[in-house]
């Protein structure tokens, strides 16, 4: 019988929505409820948050003074112990899932299936590769446990229910001292985060110059959009490397992407492909970007942008 | 420290656009321009730069593939990796495999460090330096944007989802580099000249013990499906009225 173990991600205080996301994902396992497990330290309103999730069944919240951080050399061997009596083990495709997951999967010497997008059967996944531009099937073996990364994108959070018990879990590894957690700095400043932005204002070569993205950042300010930019702004130093949106840059899914001035090379393509609505203005009527775009005007973006800010109003 | 061990992927170019076979074999690959993968050329980079500081005596550069793979390890002596090893082989390898033929590097070379990048972008799994980390038991410091080292210890700074995340870890220990880590330098022609005396030591998979055969079953290849064709608008009006109707604009 298939046993599921979902790795709750949070912040100490709240459970992020991306274990809403897995347990969604695992309800299609069709192998009854979720147990969740929450590691943490005083993470007591976390474990109640997860035990309302639709698709738990039972939290179990290992709760440690070593677990106070998100560091996958300390939360690994905890998990790994757990997981041998499960089936199934998934956790968010987040940069936490993304770093503690392959560490547990190699502590259980079995392969990991990374950035699952769709169920195709209990062992049977799609995932994407080449950044979207090749999705394939794989299938884990009936003698390997299934250890998945969950793709955020893919799967709607589970709604909620009726609360499920919490019980406390003891792992009896002990965690490792050769990893130490310094500090978290947050991100840039009021602007909102490039991968998470509901809208983001994007700049290529046709921009021209660093000053001239400043007509940028006053759009994405009056639409409370983040900034990107396309790999040659960045290369031409127009913008720093951090906004680069692209295969070898940051891979978005807004629901409006705004792109101006940008040619449209492949690798920026594969960077935006999820986004709801692409919006492209170009000078150039044959410029690629045009093909994927759902709405292209053709157009100077320095005459473009004044006049798209004066109908906001 | 004394040793840095760097992993070089051969994979398609960033900019050139793949193709999935007709019958979903497989990702056409033959005749495509191939690089080494970006997040590797950044970790070479940043190898390179603490062996400049005099924080490491020697960097290694390591590719397991097809002998073609040599051409990737030329590059890597080319920007100025000491040596490098070319662990033959033909066919598809998982990351637990990957990790495994490094694990036996790594112990063999005795590393301080290695830095690998944080995913190929070709199979985007992510997971080989975490799985290298784990059975090396060993620290894992994944999707730096900034590494400083200090004898025994790392200062790793990570691009997490929250921001900015900073980590302490003990040598040796495992760095995976993100975009933000440092720009790679150019190859110049007179380094590739001296890249050619270089030496490539060849290290068999059978000699390090381990199974390369993959675990997973990969069933089939599909290409994403397409985006809906799209609309060309005259005007800024009409811009604005297509996103309205489209509810995009609130």
Same mark, same amino acid.
């Given at each position: 019988?298939?046993?599921?173990?979902?790795?709750?991600?949070?912040?100490?205080?709240?459970?992020?929505?991306?274990?809403?996301?897995?347990?969604?994902?695992?309800?299609?396992?069709?192998?009854?409820?979720?147990?969740?497990?929450?590691?943490?330290?005083?993470?007591?309103?976390?474990?109640?948050?997860?035990?309302?999730?639709?698709?738990?069944?039972?939290?179990?919240?290992?709760?440690?003074?070593?677990?106070?951080?998100?560091?996958?050399?300390?939360?690994?061997?905890?998990?790994?112990?757990?997981?041998?009596?499960?089936?199934?083990?998934?956790?968010?495709?987040?940069?936490?899932?993304?770093?503690?997951?392959?560490?547990?999967?190699?502590?259980?010497?079995?392969?990991?299936?990374?950035?699952?997008?769709?169920?195709?059967?209990?062992?049977?996944?799609?995932?994407?590769?080449?950044?979207?531009?090749?999705?394939?099937?794989?299938?884990?073996?009936?003698?390997?446990?299934?250890?998945?990364?969950?793709?955020?994108?893919?799967?709607?959070?589970?709604?909620?229910?009726?609360?499920?018990?919490?019980?406390?879990?003891?792992?009896?590894?002990?965690?490792?001292?050769?990893?130490?957690?310094?500090?978290?700095?947050?991100?840039?400043?009021?602007?909102?985060?490039?991968?998470?932005?509901?809208?983001?204002?994007?700049?290529?070569?046709?921009?021209?110059?660093?000053?001239?993205?400043?007509?940028?950042?006053?759009?994405?300010?009056?639409?409370?959009?983040?900034?990107?930019?396309?790999?040659?702004?960045?290369?031409?130093?127009?913008?720093?490397?951090?906004?680069?949106?692209?295969?070898?840059?940051?891979?978005?899914?807004?629901?409006?992407?705004?792109?101006?001035?940008?040619?449209?090379?492949?690798?920026?393509?594969?960077?935006?492909?999820?986004?709801?609505?692409?919006?492209?203005?170009?000078?150039?009527?044959?410029?690629?970007?045009?093909?994927?775009?759902?709405?292209?005007?053709?157009?100077?973006?320095?005459?473009?942008?004044?006049?798209?800010?004066?109908?906001?109003? | 420290? *004394?040793?840095?061990?760097?992993?070089?992927?051969?994979?398609?170019?960033?900019?050139?656009?793949?193709?999935?076979?007709?019958?979903?074999?497989?990702?056409?690959?033959?005749?495509? /321009?191939?690089?080494?993968?970006?997040?590797?050329?950044?970790?070479?980079?940043?190898?390179?730069?603490?062996?400049?500081?005099?924080?490491?005596?020697?960097?290694?550069?390591?590719?397991?593939?097809?002998?073609?793979?040599?051409?990737?390890?030329?590059?890597?002596?080319?920007?100025?990796?000491?040596?490098?090893?070319?662990?033959?082989?033909?066919?598809?390898?998982?990351?637990?495999?990957?990790?495994?033929?490094?694990?036996?590097?790594?112990?063999?070379?005795?590393?301080?460090?290695?830095?690998?990048? /944080?995913?190929? !972008? *070709?199979?985007?799994?992510?997971?080989?330096?975490?799985?290298?980390?784990?059975?090396?038991?060993?620290?894992?410091?994944?999707?730096?944007?900034?590494?400083?080292?200090?004898?025994?210890?790392?200062?790793?700074?990570?691009?997490?989802?929250?921001?900015?995340?900073? !980590?302490?870890? *003990?040598?040796?220990?495992?760095?995976?580099?993100?975009?933000?880590?440092?720009?790679?330098?150019?190859?110049?022609?007179?380094? !590739?000249?001296?890249? /050619? /005396?270089?030496?490539?030591?060849?290290?068999?998979?059978?000699?390090?013990?381990?199974?390369?055969?993959?675990?997973?079953?990969?069933?089939?290849?599909?290409?994403?499906?397409?985006?809906?064709?799209?609309?060309?608008?005259?005007?800024?009006?009409?811009?604005?009225?297509?996103?309205?109707?489209?509810?995009?604009?609130?």
């Amino acid at each position: 019988m298939s046993k599921v173990l979902v790795i709750a991600e949070h912040n100490g205080n709240h459970l992020n929505p991306s274990t809403a996301r897995c347990l969604s994902c695992a309800a299609q396992l069709q192998a009854g409820p979720a147990d969740v497990l929450v590691l943490g330290h005083g993470a007591e309103a976390v474990a109640r948050e997860a035990a309302e999730v639709a698709g738990a069944g039972r939290v179990l919240l290992a709760d440690q003074p070593a677990f106070a951080q998100p560091l996958a050399a300390m939360l690994a061997p905890a998990v790994a112990e757990l997981a041998r009596g499960y089936t199934h083990v998934l956790a968010p495709s987040t940069t936490f899932g993304k770093d503690l997951l392959p560490r547990v999967a190699a502590l259980l010497g079995v392969p990991q299936v990374s950035e699952v997008m769709s169920v195709e059967g209990p062992r049977k996944f799609r995932r994407p590769t080449y950044a979207g531009n090749a999705i394939i099937t794989v299938e884990v073996p009936d003698d390997l446990p299934v250890v998945a990364t969950v793709r955020n994108a893919s799967f709607k959070a589970a709604g909620k229910a009726a609360a499920v018990p919490v019980e406390a879990w003891t792992p009896t590894a002990t965690a490792p001292t050769h990893t130490r957690y310094v500090e978290l700095r947050s991100g840039g400043g009021d602007r909102p985060d490039l991968q998470t932005a509901r809208a983001v204002i994007s700049g290529g070569r046709g921009v021209g110059s660093a000053e001239n993205f400043a007509v940028l950042y006053r759009l994405a300010d009056r639409l409370g959009a983040a900034v990107g930019a396309s790999r040659a702004a960045v290369d031409a130093g127009f913008v720093p490397n951090e906004l680069q949106v692209g295969q070898t840059g940051k891979i978005i899914a807004p629901e409006v992407y705004f792109a101006f001035g940008i040619s449209g090379a492949i690798q920026h393509l594969t960077g935006i492909k999820d986004a709801g609505t692409i919006v492209a203005v170009n000078k150039d009527g044959d410029a690629p970007i045009f093909e994927v775009a759902d709405i292209g005007l053709v157009g100077d973006l320095f005459q473009v942008i004044p006049e798209i800010e004066r109908r906001l109003g | 420290m *004394d040793k840095i061990i760097v992993g070089l992927k051969r994979v398609v170019d960033y900019n050139v656009r793949i193709r999935v076979k007709p019958d979903g074999s497989g990702v056409a690959t033959e005749g495509l /321009k191939m690089s080494v993968n970006p997040f590797d050329e950044i970790a070479l980079e940043e190898a390179l730069r603490i062996r400049e500081r005099g924080e490491a005596r020697e960097v290694v550069v390591v590719s397991i593939g097809p002998e073609d793979c040599q051409q990737q390890l030329r590059t890597g002596l080319a920007m100025g990796a000491d040596r490098a090893v070319h662990v033959p082989h033909d066919g598809d390898l998982e990351p637990l495999a990957v990790a495994r033929i490094l694990l036996g590097l790594v112990t063999r070379e005795a590393a301080d460090l290695v830095i690998l990048g /944080k995913q190929a !972008i *070709d199979d985007d799994c992510s997971q080989t330096g975490q799985m290298l980390a784990a059975l090396w038991d060993r620290p894992q410091a994944t999707f730096a944007s900034k590494l400083e080292t200090s004898g025994t210890t790392a200062r790793v700074t990570r691009e997490v989802d929250a921001g900015l995340e900073v !980590i302490e870890v *003990d040598l040796p220990a495992v760095v995976t580099t993100d975009l933000r880590l440092n720009e790679p330098r150019y190859v110049k022609l007179p380094d !590739i000249m001296k890249a /050619k /005396k270089k030496p490539i030591e060849s290290v068999t998979i059978a000699s390090l013990g381990v199974d390369p055969a993959p675990r997973l079953r990969t069933l089939h290849h599909e290409p994403p499906a397409p985006r809906q064709k799209g609309v060309m608008v005259k005007d800024v009006d009409q811009l604005m009225g297509t996103l309205r109707e489209r509810g995009v604009l609130g």
